[in-house]
């Protein structure tokens, strides 16, 4: 069963992108993150197969992010 962590600090971006997989992909686990910090601590948690990042959010961006777990 695959892990999707889905980061973006609008809750209803992330409301949709769940939808979205879960409609695609119904036996799919996702979590979720509003902003990089936290997708950093659920990526170390949760061991996502998935990443769905926010470029632009408040803070730690998606791309800073991606290059923290790179």
Request: aromatic residues 4%.
């Amino acid at each position: 069963m695959s892990r999707i962590l889905i980061v973006d600090d609008e809750l209803l971006a992330r409301e949709r992108l769940h939808d979205l997989t879960v409609e695609l992909y119904p036996d799919v686990i996702t979590f979720e993150a509003s902003n990089g910090m936290e997708a950093l601590e659920k990526i170390n948690e949760f061991h996502p197969d998935i990443v769905l990042l926010d470029i632009r959010m408040p803070g730690m961006d998606g791309l800073e992010v991606a290059n923290h777990v790179l």
